[in-house]
Structure formats: structure tokens, C-alpha cells
């Protein structure tokens, strides 16, 4: 069972302050799960954010003082070089000269995820963006007209570098369009290998595919699943079915009859929608955004959740999941 919760708080206060409260103990265990010596030191990460994204530092610094200062909360909201850690995920952009639709599937155990979709106001831009480490983002957009989503790259290479979500996080802070996230892509490093597919207003998008063995390859491709140019990780390419996903996508996008409704109905069926919670790589939630017109979508069987930057109640959905389906109430 999971239960998300829309949250709107343009300057982070307290609201922030009570999710750090809540998700912490859950987050210092994971964060410590390889023992704390593996983990880089506070000036480490200090140094890596300000070398690679200085405009992040003064929200970084805000977030730590709403966390109590602590040595490790800082290190951990760095996501410099934080530990492994592994998704599903299927995600396609359908653009036209009237319209971008950026679709995602997230495939992940349901008891690992925050939950918390967030409306902010950090810097200049507003964002709408599925939470992760408390700021980072797993798919979001920014009132510029940017959309960005990721998923797991498919290889066991780790190394030197950022999570993806708080990569993801300063693109929609930062950026405004497809062609300047691709710059920010080609020279963050990410410590594990990504897929991070962005689509704009203007109907433009890539998928940057990422990883710290290896330069960035961005391109224009509209679908990602999670294998890179080829297949790196056998067992995992096997289990979560990354081919047949990939497949599926590429023939729906490349299909000129293909409407964003048919689409959309594509990620709530077989393969997209995945059951395998047993092993957690079963489908947690389907986003939609669409860049052109500042609305974001969330579904579950029987239930939409609409969203926007002038329209964001607060709520809150409650995801029961099972080998039977997921059910939400």
C-alpha cells in the first residue's frame, strides 16, 4: 500500500520540513545501507554540487537548514554518489506541431517510494514533479515548457557521480528547453547509467542516455525503456522485459494513427503496465505531461488524478498492491 499525496508549497517552509521528518528514518537507513564510509564526505558533495550545478547551492543550503544542519542529512540531499539502486520504468514522447505528451510508466517496489508529487517554486520556474530523496524528481515539468523523465540504463556500472533525480531536478529548476537540458546531460556525471528522455513546449525532445563508464549518446529518440544501445545486464533485461516494452513504444510512436488516447491506453495494458510486484518491478504509477499547456496527469486502474500549474489540489490517493493488480481508493 502506498499512499500519494499532492503537496503545494512554493517557497520550501514547514510543509517541506514535515516530509524531511517523515521520510528521513526510512532514507538514513538506505542511505547508510553499504556503511557510512562508503558515502563521500560533506565537502565532497558540497564541492561536486558547486562545480557542477552552482545555480542549485543556495536551495540546497535552504533544504539542509530545514533538515536541522545535521553532517549526514547534507551529505544525503547532495545525491553525491548515493547508493545503487534500480527501476523499471517505460517512457515515450508523442509530439506534433499542436501538441507534446510525454508518457511514463514507473516500475519499482511500492514500499520504496515517497509518494509525494510536488508543486514548488524554488528558483524562477515553477515545477509540478514526482519526488524523490525528499527534492529530487523522477518525472516532472517546469511552467517553461519542459518535461523530463527517467529510467534505469540496464548496466551494473557504478561510479563517480549524481543520482539521477537531483540531475533531473536542476533541469526543470534551470532549464527551459530541450536543447539546453541536453548541455546540462552531456557534462553532469550520473554515478549509475540512466535514461533520461526530455520533451518541450516546442515539440522537441531526446533521450540522453547516461552512465559513468561512458560519454552521454543523446539523441533524438522518443521512446526509453532500460537498455542503452545494447543489452549490458542479461537477467535484468529478461525480467523486466525491456526489449518487448521498447518494441511496443517504437511501433505506437512511429504509427501516424496513434492519438495521445491511444497512447495513454497503451501504458495501463500488458507489457507496459507490468504486475511483477514480487519482484519489484511492477507498475507503481502512470504520468502525463503535457508541456504545451503546464497539465500533468496521474493514473491508476479507475482513477485519474489532474493536475496543473493553476489547478493543484491538495489530496491525498491511497494504492493498495497485489499479485492480483493494484487497486486505488
Given at each position: 500500500m502506498l499512499d500519494f499525496r499532492t503537496v503545494r508549497e512554493e517557497t520550501a517552509g514547514p510543509r517541506w520540513q514535515a516530509l524531511f521528518g517523515h521520510h528521513w528514518p526510512a532514507y538514513e537507513q538506505w542511505y547508510l545501507s553499504e556503511g557510512e564510509r562508503e558515502r563521500p564526505g560533506y565537502l565532497?558533495?558540497?564541492?561536486?554540487?558547486?562545480?557542477?550545478?552552482?545555480?542549485?547551492?543556495?536551495?540546497?543550503?535552504m533544504l539542509c537548514e530545514l533538515a536541522g544542519g545535521g553532517d549526514l542529512a547534507a551529505r544525503?540531499?547532495?545525491?553525491?554518489?548515493?547508493?545503487?539502486?534500480?527501476?523499471?520504468?517505460?517512457?515515450a514522447v508523442l509530439a506534433s506541431p499542436a501538441s507534446t505528451l510525454l508518457a511514463r510508466n514507473y516500475d519499482y517496489p511500492p514500499e520504496l517510494c515517497e509518494g509525494t508529487i510536488l508543486y514548488t517554486?524554488?528558483?524562477?520556474?515553477?515545477?509540478?514533479?514526482?519526488?524523490?530523496?525528499?527534492?529530487?524528481?523522477?518525472?516532472?515539468?517546469?511552467?517553461?515548457?519542459?518535461?523530463?523523465?527517467l529510467a534505469f540504463g540496464g548496466s551494473k556500472a557504478v561510479g563517480q557521480g549524481f543520482g539521477a533525480p537531483i540531475i533531473l531536478r536542476y533541469l526543470l529548476e534551470f532549464?527551459?528547453?530541450?536543447?539546453?537540458?541536453?548541455?546540462?546531460?552531456?557534462?553532469?556525471?550520473?554515478?549509475?547509467?540512466?535514461?533520461?528522455?526530455?520533451?518541450?513546449?516546442?515539440?522537441?525532445?531526446v533521450?540522453?542516455?547516461?552512465?559513468p563508464d561512458r560519454p552521454a549518446s543523446i539523441r533524438r529518440v522518443p521512446v526509453a525503456?532500460?537498455?542503452?544501445?545494447?543489452?549490458?545486464?542479461?537477467?535484468?533485461?529478461?525480467?523486466?522485459?525491456?526489449?518487448?516494452?521498447?518494441?511496443?513504444?517504437?511501433?505506437?510512436?512511429?504509427?501516424?494513427?496513434?492519438?495521445?488516447?491511444?497512447l495513454i491506453a497503451a501504458f495501463a495494458s500488458p507489457p507496459l503496465f507490468r504486475h511483477d510486484?514480487?519482484?519489484?518491478?511492477?507498475?507503481?504509477?502512470?504520468?502525463?505531461?503535457?508541456?504545451?499547456t503546464g497539465r500533468a496527469q496521474f493514473h491508476w486502474p479507475g482513477l485519474t488524478l489532474e493536475l496543473g500549474f493553476d489547478h493543484f489540489p491538495e489530496e491525498r490517493i491511497t494504492v493498495r498492491y497485489g499479485a492480483r493488480g493494484l487497486y486505488a481508493g
Open positions: 565532497a558533495c558540497y564541492n561536486a554540487l558547486r562545480k557542477y550545478m552552482p545555480e542549485l547551492l543556495d536551495t540546497y543550503r544525503f540531499l547532495s545525491l553525491y554518489q548515493p547508493p545503487p539502486y534500480i527501476t523499471g520504468c517505460s517512457q517554486r524554488w528558483n524562477a520556474r515553477r515545477v509540478i514533479a514526482m519526488s524523490d530523496c525528499l527534492w529530487g524528481v523522477l518525472d516532472g515539468m517546469n511552467d517553461r515548457g519542459l518535461a523530463v523523465s532549464c527551459d528547453s530541450v536543447p539546453e537540458a541536453s548541455d546540462v546531460l552531456a557534462r553532469i556525471p550520473t554515478h549509475m547509467a540512466y535514461n533520461i528522455t526530455v520533451a518541450d513546449a516546442a515539440g522537441r525532445y533521450t540522453a542516455m547516461i552512465g525503456t532500460n537498455h542503452q544501445k545494447k543489452i549490458e545486464w542479461y537477467a535484468h533485461a529478461l525480467a523486466s522485459e525491456t526489449l518487448i516494452r521498447e518494441r511496443q513504444l517504437s511501433i505506437l510512436v512511429a504509427d501516424e494513427a496513434t492519438t495521445e488516447d491511444r510486484y514480487r519482484r519489484g518491478l511492477g507498475t507503481v504509477y502512470t504520468a502525463i505531461y503535457r508541456p504545451m
